[in-house]
Every structure is written in C-alpha cells, then in structure tokens.
C-alpha cells in the first residue's frame, strides 16, 4: 500500500514542496488571528475562522515572558495550520534594537527531513520574513 506522501506530493519536485511549505508559512505568520494572545494560546482547537496568529503589537522584544508568548502562538499557528511539518519547536534568538528585527528559528520534519525556517520579525511592521531550509 502506498503511503499518502507518495500519492500526494509524488508529481510535485521537492524544491516545490519546500516553496509551498515556505509560502504557506509566510501567509500564517503575516496574517492576524482575531483572537487575542492569550485566547489563543488557551484554545485548545483552533479552526480556519482563527487562521493566523494573534496581534503581537503589545509585546516587548526586552522581556522574556513575552518572547515565550510569541514563541508559543508562533508553534501553536504552525501546529494547527501547517499539518505538513510535524514536531514543531520554536526558539527566539535575539533581538536586535537598532534594527527592531527579532530573530526566531522553528525547527520541524518535513517529509521525513529535518527543516530549519529561519523567521526575521520586522518589529515596525510586524511582519515575518520566512526562509526555509533542508537540513
């Protein structure tokens, strides 16, 4: 019996699966949740209606507990959006203040791969900058 990757993802080359991945990626971290953080850190299932992330605009890249928040909404948008990457862990790196650029890795399998997304957060806009890459 064939698995689902095959029957699914056979035709499609890797390189266009990694720019799905990575576009899909893109439109999940730049588009606002109308759920506020902590609704929707506590929600335990989140439907399409909530597709995004929350509004990160109150947030503190100078505190801890809110890069954890950011951290966690960031794993739990891509946990519940983008079921083609599986174990799903999010680490914030650092924060730079003359470029109000926060730097956050997200580490993940993808097709049996190891994938590396490397996120810059552009803290005026609080938009994501996405990049993908095969371990």
């Given amino acids: 019996m064939k698995r689902l990757d095959n029957i699914f993802y056979g035709l499609q080359s890797n390189k266009n699966l990694y720019e799905s991945l990575s576009r899909n990626l893109d439109n999940i971290l730049n588009t606002r949740s109308s759920l506020s953080c902590s609704d929707f850190i506590s929600s335990e299932f989140l439907s399409s209606i909530y597709f995004g992330v929350p509004s990160f605009t109150h947030l503190s890249m100078n505190s801890k507990k809110d890069k954890e928040i950011?951290?966690?909404?960031?794993?739990?948008?891509?946990?519940?959006?983008?079921?083609?990457?599986?174990?799903?862990?999010?680490?914030?790196?650092n924060y730079d203040n003359l470029k109000k650029e926060a730097k956050i890795v997200v580490f993940g399998e993808f097709l049996k791969n190891e994938v590396v997304v490397n996120l810059v957060l552009k803290v005026v806009f609080w938009e994501f900058l996405v990049n993908v890459k095969k371990e």
Avoid: D
Wanted: aromatic fraction near 8%.
């Fill in 70 to 93: 950011l951290c966690i909404s960031i794993e739990k948008a891509i946990v519940n959006f983008e079921n083609r990457l599986q174990n799903v862990m999010v680490e914030f790196c």
